[in-house]
């Protein structure tokens, strides 16, 4: 069973920072697109970053330059690294991992990011 548990995340104030983490099963990772996506109350989930297996990043416009994208391939690990955050960065944050050749998604169980004075 393939399984993504998040975490990090919480209450920031503005011009802060935080870290997410998404641990995955093994089975999927070496060959997965990792991602993170987040959802503000009464809006659609949207992409903040992924990462490919061998790397290859790409972000969101409204988070380029403040947000970074990695992963550790040694501890089946993908890390979201929030840094400048803003008010208007407040969602709650899903891991996605996609594989390819099975076409299949599995979610995270989502993280809280709020970010307030």
Known sequence: ?????????????PGGSLRLSCAASRTIFSIAIMGWY?????KQRELVAR??????TIYADSVK???TI??????NTVFLQ????????????????YVGVSRS???GQGS???VSS
């Open 38 to 42: 987040r959802q503000a109350p009464g």
């Open 105 to 107: 998604d599995y979610w």
């Open 82 to 97: 929030m840094n400048s955050l803003k008010p208007e960065d407040t969602a709650g944050y899903y891991c996605n991992a």
């Open 70 to 75: 990695s992963r550790d391939n040694a501890k």
């Open 51 to 56: 990462i490919t297996s061998s790397g290859t």
């Open 65 to 67: 330059g403040r947000f």
């Open 1 to 13: 069973q393939v399984q993504l548990v998040e975490s990090g995340g919480g209450l920031m104030q």
């Open 112 to 114: 809280q990011v709020t």
